[in-house]
């Protein structure tokens, strides 16, 4: 499985492309990595994290389980979407010049492939690991008489109330089944109450129930040791059939499409959201999981009824959806060092102040001087503190934000409620769209609404995705301006995983740059113009391809020319082909991209000066920084944005200069040079397209266990 993960031993050599130009002086085809296999390749490093051997036991668990939801979503998006393209005429739409059908021909094989290896690590190395740890689940062949009648009691008492079987006859045609839905389909001989000689029937399990159960402590001596929810519906399916011979049962899940498709003339988009969110739940087949040991009648019948191929069918050896396998044991051992959050110098003493006093104003910190948090190294208690300070200022008179995933139980979303109710102009800019979280950014929505603030859901057509929160405050008579930027969302649970900057500051011009965006977000007119801050989709495309170009100037005149560009995903063909052309002007490049890259690097006479490496590891890399190195006059920008199509034409992003010297060097240092040293958690790509993993000599460097013992 060594080719699957990736690990094979880069090439000596630069790879060659016999034919880099076209016809009409543009680059081939040959000269992109398609995006869908970038994106599936990415996984394939994510699954290799389970079996790293410096990460412990748990954690490796816990990325096996985010390989599977992962690989769901890939399947519900990507998959599906090329299942369309493939429908509408198996055109290629790709960089890499493919068809649909192509595509999905690979996809098949690596997946399948992934899948056998991710289900290997399972069985093979993981459970036995956990077992020596009295971590177990228990299959039914290994329980005690004791803890079989506890099964049955569970079953009758917690399990049969809520399961409703259905048969299938021409009086019951076969149940419409919920995106990725456990079920079971069950085989029967005989006759029913009713004297129908049915001979199938679906089981679907409830989401109420769990999918793990723990055994009391009594029958395990306090061990953790668990049954499956299939378990026990396995043991016990007969008692949904009296009378009738159960001859087969057998698990099976069900992945639909759950993409979402509006068009731009909807008139309440809350609205029309909320009715394609329960689409979402129904949408096309793409993909059925069954287990390995269900027979081929079954899974063929399965397949003609889902009208899918057998290219499509995923037979594992385990439970159908590990991402409901539980990680959070009480083992610390068998996880990650726990660490400390770390709070800025500039802000300490003021962790749990919300109603600032003199000394402890963050307002006063913040007019002095700019102030960089690197999460999750540092805590997210300073953004949240921050507007608690300015929901109970009287000085205060208005706060705008834009909320991209944050949840009704954010500290974020109640302390805007907050400052609704004590009289604050409150601007909420919520982008209703947030893959994923479309249900619980219309209940933000909602709560905010009925606190007294101003809820706007951007632009339609474009997503906003930028991070800002701006306050207005009245000083001296004076009107004063605060600002908060950053590369992630304000999701205090997303700030505990990834990687990302936040940068609070009074600059003038910075301040001015977020009101003209709230002001595009929320009014209407032509784009205001910009002092500091690069805005999609007016400025930032064009600002980012310039500052290529500069590199580009001073490599041809001689002169030093470096970019680094910190980010996770590279698939702009534009900005693309810019930095081939650089590369070829003999600009040096680095690329740290988490994980979809376009640009095929380290090939001969294209992109020789272009570097690419990937950083998995403990924590979800996040944050997008962009350096120039500009004739000496060093250019630095923190970007919500990706090098995406998306992203720089067809959503509301910034991307923000550094200017504080100290923070400049800060992020240089630690976000960018510091994980281009990394040789513990680094994959290169190379010209082929295929990822390797750095191995490390004898000095070890991980970048990101090096930032948790420099600032934490």
Known sequence: MQSVLGTAPPPAELHEIQHIMNEVGGFTPECYINRDLSTLRFQLRVLAQAVNPRNPLLERMFFLTIFSSNMDEFFEIRVAGLLQKMKNGDKSSSLD?????????????????????????????????????????????????????????????????????????????????????????????????????????????????????????????????????????????GELFLGMKVTGCHQFRLTRNADLALSDDVEDLAKALEGELDNRRFGHKVRLEVTTNCPKETYEFLLQEFELDESQLYRVNGPVNLTRMLTSFDKPELKFAPFSHAIPKAFRGMETVRVAKEGTSMFDVIKKEDVLVHHPFHAFTPVVNLLWQAANDPDVLAIKQTIYRSGTNSEIVQALAAAARNGKEVTAVIELRARFDEASNIAVANMLQEAGAVVVYGVVGYKTHAKLMLIVRREKGKIRRYAHLGTGNYHAGNAKAYTDYGLFTADKQICEDVHGVFVQLTGMGRPMPSHQILHAPFTLHDGLMQMIDDEIHHAKNGKKARIVMKCNAVTERQIIDKLYEASQAGVQIDLIVRSICCLRPQVKNLSENIRVRSIVGRFLEHTRVYYFYNDGDEKLYCSSADLMDRNLLHRVETAFPILDKKLFKQIYEDGLINYLQDNVQAWELDGRGEWNQVHHSLDIHDAQSILLEKIC
């Open 97 to 237: 010049g493919r068809k649909p059908s192509e595509l999905l021909a690979e996809i098949s094989q690596v997946a399948h492939r992934a899948v056998e290896e991710q289900y290997r690590i399972l069985n093979e190395e993981i459970l036995p690991e956990l077992a020596k740890s009295d971590i177990r689940y228990l299959k039914r062949h290994e329980l005690t008489d004791a803890q079989k009648a506890w099964m049955r009691e569970y079953f009758f008492s917690q399990v049969l109330p809520v399961l409703t079987p259905i048969s299938i006859d021409p009086a019951h045609p076969f149940p419409r089944l919920v995106n990725k839905s456990l079920n079971f389909i069950v085989s029967l001989e005989g006759k029913d109450a009713f004297g129908r000689d049915i001979n199938r029937a679906i089981v679907p399990a409830p989401r109420s129930l769990p999918r793990v159960i723990r055994l009391p402590d009594e029958l395990t001596g306090g061990k953790d040791h668990h049954i499956m929810l299939s378990a026990v519906i396995h043991e016990h399916v």
